[in-house]
């Protein structure tokens, strides 16, 4: 079956011809892949400052952000069955008996780092047609959702992030309406936007744009307000949404998040999930952060990969998404290719949100 595969130590990436997976247990499904997201790990991952193949294999297949059809399973399966759409989770536990965390499925909070992922860490991705996986590691889809049920996956990152807020809120037991200012306008900002606008904040999103628009025409149709970072500082932006009580940094610019920072209201939260590349040190005012996060009682938090309770609140919430704005919610999806065209999905798009790789129909 053809796959899309990256060789690190050749600097290579192309189509090539992988053999097809079998269930080899009783407790394992086959998949046909219908469509994989590409996001900026992938970017990475192709441009080889990233990715590792699994032990034994010069390639890994890239691609983690799936949609797939049941087609076959083994004899123990009882969660799916042949025909359901299903989602798969990115990370698998670590071997180590004494994480606690892997060991009670929470392996997004790895104590050793030998986790492996999907796509990304020594384990074969979904860019391909076919893929084995246990159960425990699938997410049934409602069918109305095929058309954007790729999304599922970048949508975690804003679900777990949510939980984490509402976890680490909990310190505050009133009631009282949050201001949320997302910090980029990808579809993981977007998809954040969209997730926190649900849970009824008053969302804002802070952005630079690729044609320096003054307007976001998605964050129009679903009532969040857009600030453009080309003509707003920071400290404009600040004073147009008032006092800030959770950001959602969804873009891996380390200046521009410590520049907010110090603008964050009282008892607020700050969830950093990009991960910035190593651009060197830039100068940030120490004092005025720490400051203003012990006299107002700040909390800084980092946020990555998501547990299956994540993936649960994902597929409910975009089932809201697709309900409220059908357009724009699939507007989010700007390109689609065929497998021998994942190079170009790959490809930056200017003026894009989210390309996928369109494997199967159906
Ligand atoms: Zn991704
Ligand atoms: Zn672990």
Same mark, same amino acid.
């Given at each position: 079956?053809?796959?899309?595969?990256?060789?690190?130590?050749?600097?290579?990436?192309? %189509?090539?011809?992988?053999?097809?997976?079998?269930?080899?247990?009783?407790?394992?499904?086959?998949?046909? @892949?219908?469509?994989?997201?590409?996001?900026?790990?992938?970017?990475?991952? @192709?441009?080889?400052?990233?990715?590792?193949? !699994? *032990?034994?294999?010069?390639?890994?297949?890239?691609?983690?952000?799936?949609?797939?059809?049941? #087609?076959?399973?083994?004899?123990?399966?009882?969660?799916?069955?042949?025909?359901?759409?299903?989602?798969?989770? %990115?990370?698998?536990?670590?071997?180590? !008996?004494?994480?606690?965390?892997?060991?009670?499925?929470?392996?997004?909070?790895?104590?050793?780092?030998?986790?492996?992922?999907? =796509?990304?860490?020594?384990?074969?991705?979904?860019?391909?047609?076919?893929?084995?996986? *246990?159960?425990?590691?699938?997410?049934? @889809?409602?069918?109305?959702?095929?058309?954007?049920? %790729?999304? #599922?996956?970048?949508?975690?990152?804003?679900?777990?992030?949510?939980?984490?807020?509402?976890?680490?809120?909990?310190?505050?037991?009133?009631?009282?309406?949050?201001?949320?200012?997302?910090?980029?306008?990808?579809?993981?900002? $977007?998809? =954040?936007?969209?997730?926190?606008?649900?849970?009824?904040?008053?969302?804002? @999103?802070?952005?630079?744009?690729?044609?320096?628009?003054?307007?976001?025409?998605?964050?129009?149709?679903?009532?969040?307000?857009?600030?453009?970072?080309?003509?707003?500082?920071?400290?404009?932006?600040?004073?147009? #949404?008032? !006092?800030?009580?959770?950001?959602?940094?969804?873009?891996?610019?380390?200046?521009?998040?410590?520049?907010?920072?110090?603008?964050? =209201?009282? &008892?607020?939260?700050?969830?950093?999930?990009? #991960?910035?590349?190593?651009?060197?040190?830039?100068?940030?005012?120490?004092?005025? $952060?720490?400051? &203003?996060?012990?006299?107002?009682?700040?909390?800084?938090?980092?946020?990555?990969?998501?547990?299956?309770?994540?993936?649960?609140?994902?597929?409910?919430?975009?089932?809201?998404?697709?309900?409220?704005?059908?357009?724009?919610?699939?507007?989010?999806?700007?390109?689609?290719? !065929?497998? *021998?065209?994942?190079?170009?999905?790959?490809?930056?798009?200017?003026?894009?949100?989210?390309?996928? %790789?369109?494997?199967?129909?159906?």
């Amino acid at each position: 079956m053809r796959a899309v595969a990256v060789y690190p130590s050749k600097h290579e990436v192309r %189509v090539i011809d992988h053999p097809e997976p079998r269930i080899t247990s009783a407790t394992q499904a086959r998949m046909r @892949v219908f469509d994989v997201g590409v996001c900026g790990t992938d970017r990475d991952i @192709v441009s080889f400052q990233f990715g590792t193949p !699994p *032990e034994g294999s010069d390639y890994l297949i890239i691609g983690h952000e799936s949609l797939s059809e049941v #087609v076959d399973v083994g004899a123990q399966v009882s969660k799916v069955k042949p025909g359901d759409l299903v989602v798969m989770t %990115v990370r698998r536990p670590c071997p180590h !008996p004494s994480c606690v965390a892997c060991r009670q499925g929470r392996q997004d909070f790895c104590y050793t780092g030998d986790f492996t992922e999907r =796509g990304i860490k020594q384990s074969h991705g979904y860019m391909t047609e076919f893929v084995v996986e *246990e159960e425990r590691y699938l997410h049934v @889809v409602p069918r109305e959702l095929r058309d954007v049920a %790729v999304l #599922v996956e970048p949508l975690t990152i804003a679900e777990k992030s949510l939980e984490q807020i509402w976890t680490v809120q909990s310190r505050l037991p009133w009631d009282r309406q949050h201001r949320a200012v997302v910090l980029g306008a990808g579809p993981v900002g $977007i998809l =954040g936007a969209m997730a926190l606008n649900v849970e009824g904040f008053d969302v804002s @999103v802070y952005s630079r744009s690729p044609n320096h628009a003054e307007k976001n025409p998605i964050l129009d149709a679903i009532g969040v307000r857009y600030i453009a970072a080309e003509t707003h500082s920071t400290e404009e932006m600040a004073k147009m #949404v008032g !006092p800030i009580d959770v950001v959602y940094e969804a873009t891996g610019a380390s200046g521009v998040a410590f520049d907010v920072l110090k603008h964050l =209201g009282p &008892n607020a939260v700050f969830v950093f999930t990009g #991960v910035p590349g190593h651009h060197g040190p830039i100068p940030v005012d120490t004092d005025e $952060i720490m400051r &203003n996060m012990v006299l107002n009682n700040q909390l800084v938090l980092g946020s990555v990969n998501a547990p299956p309770q994540a993936f649960q609140s994902a597929i409910q919430h975009l089932g809201v998404f697709a309900e409220r704005w059908p357009d724009a919610l699939r507007s989010v999806i700007t390109g689609r290719f !065929p497998i *021998e065209h994942a190079l170009d999905a790959l490809k930056n798009q200017p003026g894009g949100v989210k390309n996928v %790789v369109a494997i199967s129909e159906g």
